[in-house]
């Protein structure tokens, strides 16, 4: 991976719900969405949900369980943002 450009990506966490929303798409927090894929931890269950677009791009990821999956410096930031 190479290059000198900086991805911007926008961090939404509902720590009620314990899961977070991060768009990969510039300026946009909800992307538009043609179809999800779930990514399953060891015991089967769902982790996140990466959203794709219609031409197959990933332009989003839920995560379940963010308080533990998310690292401690990021939840410290959007905690505090």
Do not use: C, K
Not at 16 to 31: E, N, Q, R, W
Not at 62 to 67: M, N, Q, R, T
């Amino acid at each position: 991976m190479g290059g000198d450009s900086v991805a911007e990506f926008r961090v939404r966490w509902d720590e009620t719900a314990d899961a977070a929303y991060i768009s990969l798409v510039p300026g946009s927090v909800a992307p538009d969405v043609a179809s999800t894929l779930e990514v399953l931890d060891r015991e089967g269950r769902t982790i996140a949900v990466l959203d794709l677009s219609a031409d197959g791009e990933l332009v989003g990821l839920e995560v379940l369980g963010a308080s533990t999956l998310l690292a401690q410096a990021l939840r410290t930031h959007l905690r505090n943002s």
